[in-house]
Each structure stands twice: as C-alpha cells, then as structure tokens.
C-alpha cells in the first residue's frame, strides 16, 4: 500500500502543469506593469510577468512558466537574499562616455559608466551593435554602475526590445524609458491586431550596415496578452524570432541558476 501511495504522488507530479524552479538576481523592475528582468546566469536573463513587489538586487527563487512570446509567468516568488554585483550579457543599443544602454532579452537596462576620457571611440570600447559581458555593481538606489564591459562579439545577429509601440510608415519605433528604437517593417508586413500604445516585445534582426529590421511581434501587456495565441504576429518571412539574438539568453524555464 505504501508503494501504491508513492507512485500515485509521483504520478500526480509528473502529470502537474509543466513549472520550473529558477534563480536569480532582480536586475530591472517595472511595477506599473507587473514585469521584471532577472538575470539568472551571467548569459541568461528571463522578463518575468509577476506582481511581487521586488527591488533591483535582490536575490529571488521562482516558480514559473514559460509563455508563448518567451516570457515568464511566476507563480511563486521568494526574496533568498541580496547581491551587491550582476552579471549580464546584452546587445549594445546606445553609448556615452557615462552610460550604456543594453538589450537583454528584451529588457532594456542602463547603466552608469563613471569618469571616462575624451577618447571614448577608443578600439576597446563596446560598440552599437557589439554584444558585451557586463559586471556592475548595485547601489542602495538600484542603479547599475559598470565594473567591467567585455566584449563578447562586435556584431549580432540581432535581439530584442520591450516597450511602447509606435507604428510609423514602413517603420515603427519601440520605446522604453532610456530609449527609442527604429526598426524597418519587412515588405508586405501587415501589422494586424497592434496600435500605437501597445506594450509589446519586438524581435529584431541587424544588417550588416547596422540597419534594424522587425522579425516578430507580441503583445507584452501582462502575462495574458502574452501567451495568447494570436499576439504573435511576425514579419515577412514568419521565422520564430523568440531565440533573441542579443546574447541576453532566452528566457526559457529550466531553472538555471545564479547565485
């Protein structure tokens, strides 16, 4: 009987709607939306759909599940503790001599460069369009202030960027809070379904003239709209671009850890 009993528990276990355990650091927090970045290993950085009330540097375990744009759904969270310094890797979207501005899967994250010299076009700096391995450290307030910038690759392929859609005429524009970015339309994209307002999560490719062009779009409102079935809608040649080309890792739920 007692057998019985333990396969009937562990069968109840494996039948259980598919949800992952994963860990990480709190690396971007947008309360309004519900929506976090965590990075969860110094390559993989997830946007988790949750309304936990985090703060950029902490440590949290989740339960979640991975939705049809790639995001996360958590449906437990749990503060393990606090880190002083992140890793990450994303794609270089913009650069001054006092700031970077990544994409990491999507998230746009900033972060403070500190006293620079005036020879920032220097052969060692990251470039637009470069991937890069950054080391920062946390503040109390939550900013990111960069140990370390190496470079991983001086192109990619391409990424990916949340925020506020603006459709334009053969293009349109993603906007988070430290920037906007342009991308082309593929010939003969229909935008069907999206507005200008829309939160979204666009999937980008980069020519070799460093020209952005529109691979995917979904919707990123909450964790709903953004495992609905028909907030996919992709761009000319209907390849899936949920592999996020920026080096920010996939958003996937198979509880890769980062302590």
Known sequence: MKRLILLSVAAAAFLAPSAALASGVVLKVQPARHLVAVARTPTRV?????????????????TARKLRNGTLAASRVRVVGRARTVKFRGLVLARTTSRLVLSANGAVIAVHRGSRSTSSARDDEPRVGSTVDVTARIDDDGDLDEDDAALFSPTAPGGQIEGRLTIGSGTIAVTSEHLSLVLKEPAGVVLLGFATGDEVLATFSQGTDGSLTLTALSRDDNAQRADDDNGDDRGGDGRDGHDGG???GGGGDDGGGHH
Do not use: E, F, I, S
């Open 46 to 62: 997830a946007l988790v759909h949750t309304t936990a009330r985090l703060h950029v540097g902490q440590r949290v375990a989740l």
């Open 246 to 248: 920026d080096g920010g």
